[in-house]
């Protein structure tokens, strides 16, 4: 019945798992449980795979119920990007960087257009950067709410409530967003020097009562699972990452704010009028699951501190440079420059090459999740494959932005 | 320490290997290095006592048409500064020592300059593609490449 099927040759990254096995049953490392031999088993997870959010596709070799290797395979969704910025100028690349990690897209677009601006020494309105500002936080804490949501939804069933309830709240987030910019994710929104619309009338104050009612949404989720004991003992302890993976590795963002690691670019490289708000950088000491969760929920409150900060002092002022016109066409002088900033899942730049034309020569992102994801085979390896989801889960990554 | 000690402070340690040192405001150090030095480059600028660039953060191969171009950004930790490493690649034999063994980071980032650009790691531990599919053919981010049907067999 299924002769016509082929079945497909195995790729380099099975062959490499293989390779791996036979070379520790060489070495005389074959699983022995009590005496009795298991064989190891390869077995792909993904790439469509719901625990895996998104086309990453992990090569696991399984000795039962324990994982013994992994080899992620990436690239499911490679849009060539940065082959596209050769030919757009730098006016019309724009609503293609939205598109790199979409969860969090207008603090991708905020880091690019920051670079070019530092490249061709654009000053920004200082209106707009308190509204960059703005939704730049309002995105983060839509962004954790989609982090933490499915990854507690991979957990257990209490997390298929928690991940209705957060998308719910991240919906009034959306709205506001779309009223601004038109847009629910895909934002085009930030203009060189500017941003694309002023505020619309009474925004702020629908603003202001998402940041009234939003505390008492995160005290239910966290007692939906902060107490829970199933939760604690499936995260306490699990998947830790020490300080020496996040220096070794270049792990960022919440991730490596849970290892006790003090690093947060909005502080360590104060960009916009961040160094004028004050807002404290959030990190735990374990490094575990549960930490990371802790640091997301945390890091939702200190959003909406700098949110609410920016709403009171909200200068008065054009939000867009000079005319209402963008500056549609620029030539930056030749040079390079890279500029880094703090998306919700770490450091998040651009590094642009200028040849004195209307074309990038060269565009590279620096995507926190590639730099993540590549500590992946030290930290599930040893781990139950449950577990492995979990801790996956957990690291939050976005496929868009590893495979540009 | 700020950032002019860190570069003079740079100039007087590396001399004659780091060359062109710059600093790009506020807070990285730009320098060049010669291809052959850069592993030892590598390994004394993350071992350095009072600077110390412990933490890789990307590499990116450049195309500059006559020749390329390897990227290193790398951060310290001590002082909150980054160095911005320009590694000159000939052409003709794009070939670079790994720096895998310095900073463990690197892996991906050189799998990912091979798979764009073609420069060639020596030494590093499993120089596959890492975007494209095993079976792609060129490397897209070099300016001469031209896209054919058949460079990619299984689309």
């Not at chain 1, 920004?124 to 950067?129: D, G, P």
């Not at chain 1, 009338?201 to 603003?207: I, K, P």
């Not at chain 1, 909005?266 to 374990?286: G, N």
């Not at chain 2, 850069?38 to 020749?67: C, F, M, P, Q």
Request: charged content about 25%.
């Amino acid at each position: 019945m299924y002769d016509h099927f082929e079945t497909p040759e195995p790729d380099e990254a099975v062959k490499l798992a293989l390779r791996r096995i036979e070379e520790s049953t060489a070495r005389g490392e074959g699983s022995d449980v009590d005496g009795l031999e298991f064989n190891e088993v390869v077995v792909n997870m993904g790439p469509q795979h719901p625990s895996t959010h998104g086309v990453l596709r992990l090569v696991v070799t399984l000795d039962g119920e324990l994982v013994k290797d992994v080899i992620p395979v990436i690239g499911y969704l490679h849009r060539c990007k940065e082959k596209l910025a050769e030919r757009r100028t730098y006016f019309q690349y724009i609503p293609i960087v939205d598109r790199t990690e979409y969860l969090a897209s207008i603090n991708c677009e905020w880091a690019y257009v920051m670079t070019v601006e530092k490249l061709a020494g654009i000053q920004v309105t200082r209106r707009a950067e308190f509204i960059r500002v703005i939704t730049g936080e309002l995105m983060r804490i839509a962004s954790h709410l989609v982090a933490v949501g499915t990854f507690t939804a991979d957990l257990s069933p209490l997390g298929t409530a928690m991940v209705f309830y957060m998308f719910r709240d991240r919906e009034v987030i959306l709205d506001l967003m779309e009223e601004l910019t038109g847009a629910r994710m895909m934002f085009n929104y930030y203009r060189f020097g500017g941003v694309r619309y002023d505020l619309p009338d009474g925004w702020v104050e629908r603003c202001r009562d998402f940041l009234k009612m939003f505390p008492r949404k995160i005290k239910e989720y966290e007692a939906l699972v902060d107490d829970n004991a199933v939760f604690l003992q499936r995260t306490q302890g699990t998947g830790v990452i020490t300080q020496q993976d996040v220096v070794d590795y270049g792990i960022t963002g919440p991730n490596a704010r849970a290892s006790g690691i003090d690093l947060d670019l909005r502080r360590h490289r104060p960009y916009s009028v961040y160094p004028e708000l004050d807002f404290e950088v959030i990190t735990a000491q374990h490094g575990d699951i549960f930490d990371r969760y802790r640091c997301r929920m945390d890091e939702m409150r200190e959003s909406l501190k700098i949110v609410e900060q920016c709403l009171d002092m909200l200068p008065k002022g054009p939000a867009q440079l000079g005319s209402l016109r963008a500056p549609y066409v620029i030539t930056p002088p030749p040079g390079s420059c890279y500029v880094g900033q703090e998306n919700p899942r770490g450091e998040y730049g651009t590094y642009i090459e200028s040849d004195g034309s209307r074309y990038p020569s060269r565009l590279k992102y620096r995507d926190p999740c590639f730099c993540n994801l590549q500590l992946f085979p030290k930290l599930l390896s040893g781990n139950k494959i449950a577990d492995a989801v979990a801790i996956s889960g957990s690291i939050d990554l976005v496929l868009g932005g590893i495979d540009r | 320490m700020d950032i002019d000690a860190i570069a003079a402070l740079l100039l007087e340690r590396f001399a004659g290997e780091l060359t062109d040192v710059r600093i790009q405001e506020p807070d990285t150090i730009v320098a060049g290095c010669a291809r052959e030095r850069l592993e030892d480059v590598a390994a004394r600028l993350k071992a350095d006592s009072e600077v110390g660039y412990e933490t890789l953060n990307w590499i990116a191969g450049v195309d500059h048409r006559t020749s390329f171009e390897a990227v290193y950004h790398v951060y310290s930790w001590k002082t909150n500064t980054w160095i911005e490493l320009h590694v000159k690649v000939p052409k003709a034999d794009p070939e670079v020592a790994t720096v895998t063994g310095v900073w463990p980071a690197a892996d991906w980032h050189e799998r990912e300059a091979w798979d764009m650009v073609g420069i060639r790691f020596t030494g590093h531990p499993d120089l596959r593609r890492i975007l494209l599919k095993d079976d792609f053919v060129g490397h897209p981010l070099r300016k001469d490449y031209v896209d054919l049907a058949e460079n990619h067999p299984h689309v």
